[in-house]
């Protein structure tokens, strides 16, 4: 009599409410053996709309290097399989698992340009399949995605990448599946999402269509985002240390031009100290056949302190040479040992060199011959006139020659102006 009760009991669910019988199979419930699965709903007829919604759970990372971008997330399609529809008088839907989902038809959505995706598995596959009374269906998955991003580093790295995931039917074109955003611009949403390079400046979702000349018209949605790369990262690997590299150089037009061990080795650190830095900015990028807003800064820099260089060289020569010329004059006493002289900094030093100062001339007015007395007698200076003969080139080399020290002097003033000019014409084009 008891197992008489519960059959009737059970029987009475049944026909209340199939979706809280537990005599009923899933399978059965949904007739899934009564269909080809095989073919789409409405075969023959227009196009199955399709909903899309997205959730971005996180942007686990984005190379600069293979140009690409890893994102996961929700995706959530929504459509219309009456052939899966079932009596339900509370209108109560049922959740399944990825065991129901390989026996009936699901869109097959794929990722336009990924080079790696994968459904996580842990503990069991990331899969959830809601069927409802009327058959509509919610099928979710959670997915990580590497995709493809076409970057433009012309301004890196004071640049913004325009980023997108492309979404699109494999088999179906559009006139057998429609694809469209669920609910709009509504349909993409994010988790806060914080990277450490990048500032993520808008998220949105829009819809096209792609052709292909041997299969047709498919639609696709895309999710773009705008990527504004955080500067202060770089400012403290790259551009403090460079200004600070360059500066360092300029300390050599302070030392004295007679300490050539001093200079030199300054000047050479400076110059492989720059070339560290280059190198190491150039082993994170993209070998791109253009020229990046950082190599601009780098290169530039590297030829200031590269110029720093070859103008103690040009000092260190013109200084040789005064003091060779003024021992070809015989200013140099016979006493003087030049190779003692030389042997400690490879030139000439003035306080061991005793020096002829040139006599003092004195300004004389020279007369016309074939002027009268009287003429000669009313001719008088001029008070504040002046005549002065510009120098020819060759007169300026000589002059810098002999005062090899106005190098120093000129660059000390002209090597920080320059450098705060490119500076300036740099940042305000580039900001």
């Not at 040009?314 to 030389?342: D, H, W």
Request: aromatic share 14%; with cysteine; net charge neutral.
């Amino acid at each position: 009599k008891g197992r008489r009760r519960e059959k009737r009991i059970d029987h009475k669910l049944k026909r209340l409410d199939s979706t809280k019988t537990l005599l009923i199979k899933s399978e059965q419930l949904l007739r899934i053996e009564e269909h080809d699965f095989a073919m789409r709903p409405g075969f023959g007829g227009a196009a199955i709309p399709v909903g899309i919604d997205v959730q971005v759970e996180s942007i686990d990372s984005i190379s600069e290097v293979n140009m690409d971008f890893t994102m996961t997330l929700y995706l959530r399609h929504y459509w219309k399989d009456e052939r899966l529809a079932f009596p339900s008088q509370n209108n109560q839907s049922r959740t399944f698992d990825s065991r129901l989902v390989k026996k009936i038809w699901v869109p097959d959505v794929f990722f336009v340009h990924s080079k790696r995706s994968f459904i996580h598995d842990t503990t069991m596959e990331n899969i959830m399949l809601r069927v409802y009374p009327d058959g509509n269906i919610l099928f979710s998955v959670r997915v990580t995605v590497t995709a493809l991003c076409s970057m433009d580093f012309s301004s890196f790295p004071l640049d913004t990448q325009n980023c997108s995931l492309e979404l699109e039917s494999y088999a179906y074109n559009e006139n057998d599946l429609m694809l469209y955003w669920k609910n709009g611009n509504d349909s993409l949403r994010t988790d806060e999402i914080v990277l450490s390079q990048f500032f993520i400046e808008q998220f949105h979702a829009s819809s096209g269509l792609a052709f292909y000349s041997s299969t047709g018209w498919y639609n696709r949605l895309f999710i773009t985002f705008i990527l504004r790369r955080h500067i202060f990262f770089f400012m403290l690997q790259t551009y403090f240390p460079t200004m600070l590299m360059v500066v360092l150089s300029w300390v050599s037009f302070w030392i004295d031009r007679r300490a050539v061990p001093a200079r030199v080795s300054l000047g050479i650190t400076t110059v492989l100290t720059m070339s560290t830095i280059i190198t190491g900015v150039s082993s994170s990028m993209p070998q791109v056949s253009y020229v990046k807003a950082v190599d601009i800064y780098l290169w530039t820099s590297f030829l200031f302190v590269f110029l720093s260089v070859i103008e103690y060289a040009a000092v260190n020569y013109c200084t040789t040479l005064e003091e060779t010329r003024k021992m070809k004059r015989g200013k140099i006493p016979s006493t003087f040992n030049a190779t003692q002289a030389m042997a400690f900094d490879g030139c000439f030093h003035d306080n061991e060199m005793e020096l002829t100062p040139f006599p003092r001339m004195t300004p004389t007015l020279t007369s016309d011959p074939l002027a009268t007395p009287s003429q000669v007698s009313d001719t008088r200076p001029i008070e504040g006139t002046r005549l002065r003969r510009q120098r020819s080139v060759r007169e300026n080399v000589d002059l810098l020659v002999s005062n090899s020290y106005l190098i120093d002097s000129y660059s000390r003033l002209a090597f920080p102006l320059s450098y705060l000019l490119f500076n300036t014409i740099y940042w305000s084009l580039y900001s």
